[in-house]
């Protein structure tokens, strides 16, 4: 299928422009679903994944939709947008979806078309995978590619962890989902924190400030009260703030709201990893993350140092856990003792909790292993 | 052949994972503005930090948010990211699309963008990244005129998401991508206007398996569930069995509430005692399926750290129908009852949660018209330090 040309493009420019119209909404999601969806829409009986990167629904009609899951780095060009669209259109009447891990599923109803659509796919060069027991696509931000307060970046770091679980990605040979998620910073546009293994970008030194801009951009009462431990104070002389940098928790918050405090520090900016959270319900209750690594420094291009530590991880887990134990559930049956012990992980002050739920993570009671 | 510029970057071209660097530099052939991205990043890695500057005001006619401003720390020796705004597209119901309306986003995007996006971004819009201030305007002509409109950004109702619900999901309780539309289209002013104490989200997933985190990210979280018995289908059960499933280990010792007995023939049942975990028919979807009286538990509160910590959403209203037929009214009443008094008691930057912790949840009750029950609650309290109403005492 040929572009729209420019001068096609500068028509619909202009149209748009005369009907000056907003708030439209999205596009009606009803027009964009494959007949077979629209015949079955509520009507799914149950599901299988014979293979990584294949999913059967299976509906009371007895219709079956096939649907293939192929890898994605997010961050993609127009032009990979154009090469998946070809699929669809070849394989699937023109329609696919992605999914809320950035995936790209082609939505097929003639089974006979899927082992050709999955041998184009990997001659081509996309990754198939990505269901049931695997390492799923790193929910991730937009680190230094895109983001005035990230302490690592993002896409570089996803990219070279999930270089190194690769097979992970394309198997389901795990005890039960991996889900990994990539926070740049505090701020997490990810909401990275309810994740098996979570990596977050931290800094670790109170900004600086810069009292000349300060005067001139930000309003002095909302910097101070953008501070959650109230080290921010007013500085009458500069008609500027102070930082009290004991108080200082390093959240970045002040920085959000008045430009002219700098938080980045490349020397000690850098990477933490925590463990054994989840979103879903099942078994168990959604869980939040929990502080294993501290800190490494960033190292790029490939940080191996965190490649490392997620790798070991997840072998570690994969060695020991249950069938069907995710992450924290393995955890929290041999205590978080015994997990800093098998990880061969150093346990250190930072560990330990000093914020609005500390005493709840307080050990009060004599029941404890060695 | 000449030496790289970007020998960092260009190590991140190996590796089996597809590599976010080729995209750039497939767009960097032909888009000087992609060609600086990749300078100014391969210049990020060396030095170990970004070079962006704060985000700064740009806008789009009628609206107070959609776009963001973003400029490089650096613009005379990278003049192409000098200005790199982002522009939000509100993504259709289920990230469904046909080839035809992906071609448009991207043949309007190559002539007045960077050719680069997100696919998708964290609230659930497509992400344009990088374009310049004057092709704003133009950009979002070209794409209403096509059908699309822009997302959130802003102290204000962020797009709202779902998963793919009904459309290709068994486990579904409620119509998510209906809802989903229905709320973004009828919200279209909170969307697009930003008037509020901070951000707003909601996240729709059609059962407890919650595969778009909204118990964790959205400040209201629509969960599908239902309240009668499990349908289970013993013949199926003891297919799965005799195929080989260790239903004992599996299914039954991992049931959270013991809720299940095998008994080497048939699956029982104590409906009374099942939290509606999805554990059962995670593993056996061919033979355990969810009720039939389906609706939402709706949570409130899901947040990430900043600033009092991060939050999960509370049960608010353990179950809730979603009646398409009567326009989802009674979500939107209670939304709208959570948005008022939020909108009046927060502090700036206060997501709704932090309102809630911050000013007791008997004041939020009270606000949208709720009776508590001991299901919004893990345990009662233990601290005496007990708040009375007036109309308590004698």
């Not at chain 1, 964009?32 to 009371?60: A, F, R």
């Not at chain 2, 530099?25 to 600086?36: F, I, R, S, V």
């Not at chain 2, 996006?117 to 201030?133: E, F, Q, S, Y």
């Not at chain 2, 930003?194 to 985190?213: H, L, Q």
Request: proline content about 5%; charged content about 25%; overall charge negative.
């Amino acid at each position: 299928m040929s572009a729209l040309t420019e001068a096609q493009i500068d028509e619909i420019t202009k149209k748009g422009e005369q009907k000056s119209i907003t708030d439209i909404g999205p596009p009606f999601y009803g027009d964009m679903l494959p007949q077979i969806i629209k015949d079955n829409y509520g009507k799914w009986k149950y599901h299988e994944i014979p293979k990584s990167g294949l999913l059967v629904h299976t509906s009371e009609t007895g219709d079956k939709l096939y649907t293939v899951r192929v890898g994605s780095p997010r961050l993609v060009s127009i032009n990979f947008i154009r090469e998946i669209c070809d699929f669809a259109d070849k394989y699937c009447d023109g329609h696919l979806r992605f999914t809320s891990r950035y995936n790209v599923e082609l939505l097929l109803s003639d089974k006979d078309k899927v082992e050709p659509l999955i041998a184009e796919l990997k001659e081509k060069g996309f990754v198939v995978g990505g269901t049931g027991n695997c390492v799923a696509n790193i929910v991730h931000t937009q680190g230094w590619v895109h983001c005035h307060s990230a302490a690592t970046d993002a896409s570089g770091v996803v990219k070279v962890v999930m270089d190194e679980l690769f097979e992970y990605f394309t198997s389901m040979k795990l005890p039960a989902k991996m889900k990994i998620a990539l926070a740049c910073c505090l701020n997490m546009c990810g909401a990275v924190h309810c994740s098996d293994i979570a990596i977050l970008g931290i800094h670790r030194v109170a900004p600086t400030v810069d009292h000349e801009a300060v005067k001139n951009t930000c309003e002095l009462p909302a910097v101070i009260a953008s501070c959650p431990t109230a080290a921010i104070r007013p500085n009458p002389k500069l008609k500027s703030v102070t930082i009290k940098e004991e108080r200082c928790m390093y959240c970045g918050n002040c920085f959000t709201v008045c430009p002219a405090i700098h938080i980045v520090n490349p020397e000690n900016d850098g990477i933490s990893i925590w463990v054994g959270g989840k979103v879903s319900n099942a078994r168990s209750t959604p869980a939040f993350s929990h502080l294993a690594i501290p800190f490494i420094p960033n190292n790029p291009p490939r940080w191996p140092e965190v490649v490392d530590a997620v790798k070991k991880l997840v072998e570690l887990w994969k060695d020991n856990a249950k069938k069907g134990e995710r992450m924290g559930e393995w955890i929290d049956r041999i205590g978080w003792e015994r997990f800093f012990k098998v990880a061969e992980l150093p346990f250190t002050d930072k560990h330990i909790d000093d914020f609005t739920f500390a005493y709840t993570t307080f050990r009060a009671t004599t029941q404890f292993k060695w | 052949m000449s030496e790289s510029k970007t020998p960092l970057l260009d190590d991140l071209e190996k590796g089996q994972w597809p590599s976010f660097v080729t995209e750039i530099k497939k767009m960097a052939e032909t888009k000087p503005m992609a060609q600086d991205l990749l300078s100014l990043l391969e210049l990020s890695y060396k030095d170990k930090r970004g070079y962006w500057k704060h985000g700064g005001l740009v806008g789009i006619m009628g609206y107070g948010g959609g776009v963001i401003g973003r400029y490089t720390e650096k613009p005379e020796e990278f003049p192409g990211v000098r200005e790199f705004h982002t522009m939000r597209l509100n993504q259709p119901s289920g990230w469904f699309y046909t080839t035809k309306a992906l071609r448009t986003v991207c043949d309007i995007w190559e002539v007045k963008g960077s050719g680069l996006t997100n696919m998708h971004g964290a609230t659930g819009d497509i992400i344009l990244l990088g374009t310049t201030t004057d092709q704003l305007q133009p950009l979002f002509n070209a794409y209403s005129n096509e059908g699309f409109d822009l997302g959130g950004s802003g102290s204000n109702l962020r797009t709202p998401s779902c998963c793919c619900g009904m459309a290709r999901c068994e486990y579904a309780c409620i119509d998510t991508m209906d809802l989903c539309h229905n709320l973004t289209n009828h919200y279209q002013d909170e969307l697009h206007r930003p008037m509020w104490p901070y951000k707003s989200k909601i996240k729709i997933s059609g059962c407890p398996n919650d595969c778009v985190g909204a118990i964790a990210r959205s400040d209201f979280a629509i969960l599908g569930t239902w309240r009668d018995d499990l349908r289970i289908d013993q013949a199926a059960v003891r297919e799965y069995v005799e195929k080989g499933l260790d239903i004992q280990e599996i299914v039954i010792d991992r049931c959270p509430t013991s809720a299940l007995n095998w008994d080497g023939n048939e699956l029982q049942f104590k409906s009374e005692e099942c939290v509606r975990c999805m554990h059962c028919i995670n593993t056996m979807s061919k033979a355990i399926r969810t009720g039939v009286d389906k609706g939402a538990t709706i949570l409130v509160g899901g947040k990430a750290p900043i600033l009092q910590s991060a939050f999960l959403g509370w049960v608010i209203v353990p179950f809730m129908k979603m009646e398409k037929e009567n326009d989802y009214q009674e979500f939107k009443d209670f939304v709208e009852k959570a948005w008022e008094w939020w909108d009046e008691e927060a502090k700036v930057r206060e997501r709704i949660g932090e309102t809630i912790c911050r000013l007791g949840m008997r004041n939020f009750l009270r606000a949208v018209e709720l009776e508590p029950i001991p299901q919004m609650i893990f345990k009662p309290r233990t601290n005496p330090y007990v708040f009375w109403w007036p109309e308590d005492l004698n």
